[in-house]
């Protein structure tokens, strides 16, 4: 039993939905932080199984832990909003059910506003782990360390790798500045941390604050076209309809994410799905590209792929194996660094096992 006299300074949400094995290793992640003074709000997506159990078990009564079960499943993004639209402390963090926090999470992230206390959120390193026993990579890994002001940190985050909310802790008065996440757009992590940046000063450091598991059910892997298209459509307004922002900065913000939607459309939901047989997909990419962006060029390219491998079947087992040969010389150019990190983050393998 943990008693705490102080009041919460911090609530973490915890949106979960039928993975009690992986929620027993993030709750655990979160009780086992050097600092106390924290509340972890648990919000089942009417699971129906045996997720409550878990949660009882593993808090044993402590009254930081709080559970509630939605009475029928809202959906990923409204269970974050849910749990968003209560948070009733100064800071407040998002942990996924599949990803865990390090010990010091919390006073590492308390260590940067004490330092900088007009960040409008701290953010730590996050390592990508691929399974539970291999050893990922420590992301970003070019963002620059220290304070960052706006323009600036917006410019930052559109140009870099961003921090990844896993390990960034934000303040409670940018609910009433920035507002709510917005569950129509693509990655409400990445969407929320650019609306504050476009106007708030961030502290970031590449101390390790987290690990993030790399599956292929992770939400920022199974990302599908009809959710990719308008949803990132919906962050490009936000940005581009800022009457706050300089124009110029807001002209910045509209061409860097409409190349990056541009790229993804033509790459992984156009190449890469015609490669994989997601033929549909594609030729929805195509005429998305076509349509919306005028890049007639690039939708001849699908269609002329699609054309072909579809009258030399063969060649689309070719391709399949070249697209193969690439992930898997993509994945040698990381080995490097993560042999480089390997002896740092050994100690780090241990939170990735389920007890």
């Known amino acids: 039993m943990v008693t705490n006299k102080v009041s919460p300074q911090i609530t973490t949400i915890i949106p979960t939905f ?34 409550a159990q878990v949660v009882q078990e593993v808090a044993q009564g402590d009254s ?65 782990m691929q399974g539970h026993d291999q050893l990922g990579v420590l992301v970003p890994e070019a963002f620059p360390e220290g304070l960052c002001r706006p323009p600036e940190a917006l410019r930052n985050m559109l140009t870099m790798y961003p921090p990844l909310w896993t390990a960034i802790l ?64 919906n962050t490009i307004r936000h940005l581009a309809d800022d009457v706050k922002l300089d124009p110029e900065m807001r002209e910045f913000a509209f061409q860097s994410l409409v190349r990056v939607l541009k790229r993804k459309l033509f ?11 997601r033929v549909e997909e594609a030729r929805r990419s195509a005429q998305i590209l076509a349509s919306e962006f005028d890049e007639a060029e690039r939708a001849r390219v699908l269609r002329c792929l699609d054309g072909v491998l579809s009258l030399l079947p063969p060649l689309r087992k070719v391709s399949s194996l070249a697209l193969r040969l690439r992930r898997s010389w993509q994945k040698a150019r990381w080995k490097p660094a993560i042999q480089r990190q390997a002896q740092c983050f050994r100690e780090y393998e241990g939170y990735m096992k389920c007890a």
């Not at 590492?108 to 730590?124: H, I, R, T, V």
Request: glycine share 8%; hydrophobic share 45%; net charge negative.
């Open 18 to 51: 039928r993975r009690p094995r992986l929620l027993r290793r993030a709750l655990r992640s979160i009780l086992d932080q050097t600092y106390p003074h924290f509340r972890v709000c648990i919000y089942d997506n009417a699971s129906g199984d045996e997720t």
């Open 64 to 128: 930081r832990v709080r559970y509630h079960c939605h009475a029928q499943n809202l959906g990923p993004g409204p269970n974050f909003l849910y749990g968003m639209d209560r948070v009733d402390t100064p800071y407040f963090s998002f942990l996924s059910d599949d990803d865990v926090l390090l010990p010091d999470f919390y006073d590492n992230a308390l260590a940067g506003f004490e330092k900088f206390p007009e960040a409008a959120f701290s953010g730590l390193g996050v390592v990508l």
């Open 170 to 233: 934000f303040r409670k008065e940018l609910l009433e500045e920035v507002g709510l996440i917005d569950i129509e757009v693509a990655g409400l992590d990445i969407d929320y941390e650019l609306r504050v940046a476009a106007h708030r000063p961030i502290v970031f450091s590449r101390r390790p604050g987290a690990l993030m598991d790399v599956h292929p059910g992770a939400a920022n892997i199974a990302m599908k076209l009809e959710w990719l298209w308008p949803g990132y459509m």
């Open 267 to 277: 790459v992984d939901f156009g190449v890469r799905a015609i490669i994989d047989g």
